[in-house]
């Protein structure tokens, strides 16, 4: 079974309907989501529906947490604190209900999920170096745990170090790997300098894992985050992939 691995939605459908056609193409029938599926862009609601009527399973972001209920925005940059207040008005009673209570941390079979890190994993703190990954390599207790939150797709081996990225092409070979801790990127707001949008395939019968990058339809994108009235540049960053 081909499992398809999404984090950081942040309310751009082009991106989303894009990556979940690709995922289809390879034959993906499972999609798990690293949570943030709102906040930032401009399509909340159409992404939340989509997200929740896929088979797989949903992890809790911070954004997620915070457009779910009233409380002050701390902690949030102005143009994500402004998307989050426009996002709650957007979301319905019902639809914030289902946010709310998504949980922070998933297994499913062999692999965890969780949007930020294992040790904590709603305290929001990042894992950008491996001195950090080795923090949430300690909790995991699976095989693979994927995570979300810094945009940026990086590899940790437990005990070795960050991989350099695999290419689309060639993927590991999980069986011979030690633990892994995977950032799978962002569909929505990639932050590594390529716009398009990134997501990763798990090949549960083979063991193998690829990253992928596709193209969508940007200027669509940019274009609803004006459209909507949120900080232009928010719709600027998404052609720059920042
Ligand atoms: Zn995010």
Not at 10 to 35: I, K, M, S
Not at 40 to 45: D, F, G, I, L
Not at 163 to 178: N, R, W, Y
Request: hydrophobic content about 40%.
């Amino acid at each position: 079974m081909r499992v398809a691995i999404l984090g950081d939605i942040h309310a751009n459908l082009p991106a989303l309907e894009a990556v979940l056609a690709d995922a289809r193409d390879y034959g993906c029938t499972e999609f798990h989501c690293l949570g943030d599926v709102v906040g930032y862009n401009a399509n909340p609601s159409e992404c939340l529906e989509i997200v929740r009527n896929l088979p797989g399973a949903c992890v809790l972001g911070n954004h997620d947490e915070a457009a779910s209920h009233g409380n002050p925005l701390e902690g949030f940059s102005s143009a994500a604190a402004l998307s989050l207040e426009w996002t709650r008005g957007v979301l319905s009673a019902e639809q914030k209900a289902w946010l709310g209570a998504l949980r922070p941390q998933r297994q499913i079979r062999k692999t965890t999920l969780v949007h930020a890190t294992l040790d904590s994993p709603c305290s929001w703190g990042y894992v950008r170096t491996f001195r950090e990954a080795e923090l949430s390599l300690a909790c995991q207790r699976t095989p693979l745990c994927f995570i979300g939150h810094t945009h940026v797709p990086k590899v940790f081996a437990h005990g070795v170090g960050e991989m350099l990225l695999f290419e689309e092409a060639e993927g590991v070979d999980l069986s011979k790997s030690p633990k892994l801790l995977i950032n799978a990127g962002s569909v929505g707001q990639p932050r590594d300098g390529d716009w398009r949008a990134a997501y990763m395939i798990h090949d549960e019968g083979s063991d193998g894992l690829w990253m992928r990058r596709v193209k969508y339809d940007v200027e669509s994108a940019s274009r609803a985050v004006l459209d909507a009235g949120l900080p232009p540049k928010l719709a600027e960053r998404l052609h720059k992939g920042v």
